[in-house]
């Protein structure tokens, strides 16, 4: 956990959290009737978006991510996708904090590998940091 | 995965991808995703806040790009090494329907080594950007 994490504290290069999900054919089948797959693709291989989903909960989970940061974009990469019976190890970074007209941002980088350390995915996204706020926006 | 994908002229657009979004859907996805954050599940807080009720986490509107892809090229996964580049524009909140609009910018032999570039956005019912950005898909 990072209870004490925020702009101020957060340091290039250090690796967050790091954390290891299994993924079953169940869970696949529950996130594509969540968002709303058709039929037509294999319940074997998770949707893109559910590795994404997958990472940033353990971001959430390790609270990496200040009560109140707006998440503005994101560049992200898609690797092998993520199949039933495999082990996703995801990992966290702070790449670069800047300001820019009095507002601070961090990027952060998100990379899933399974368990034969190939990439699931690579997302790269910046947050908008609060000020001096307890809102809780994301 | 399939080996040919539909022929696309520059310009052209990849079949309409949509989702409606719920309270419920939101509730669901912040067990999926571990974010409970009261602007998404709690709608006191949200009525309190400056969007005057929830808002759907930023990957639920974004998720009809993903399915455009995938429905177009007839697969279950993305081709290794597809990229997308976007920003939120603004927030969607329970009753609204997204759609991704994608269009086809530039076809590999044109500009890009072995890449189909795409441009999109997810718009709510009132054609209000939600999200707006770039695909590059590996051919």
Redesign the interface.
Known sequence: MNPDFCYETARLGDVLCTGIVDVSEADIARFRSLMGYGDSTSEEVAPPSMGLTYGLKLGWEHAIFPPGVVRMGDDDEFGKPARAGDQLTTSFRIIEKFERKERRFLRYEMRTVNQKNEMVCAIVFVGLMPSNTKAQIS | MKTSLPPLAPGQALPECR?TITQA?ID??AE?????????VDPD?GRD?DFGGTIA????P??PV??CL??WS?A???P?????????RSPSRPGDTIRAEMRLIAEPQQKLDGLMRFSFACLRQDDQVVID?ECDFPV
């Open positions: 989702i859907l669901h996805y999926v995703s571990g974010d409970f954050n009261p602007i998404h807080a806040s986490h930023g990957c639920i974004l998720e993903f399915q995938l429905r007839g279950d996964r993305l290794a090494q597809t990229r997308l580049r976007f920003r939120y950005g």
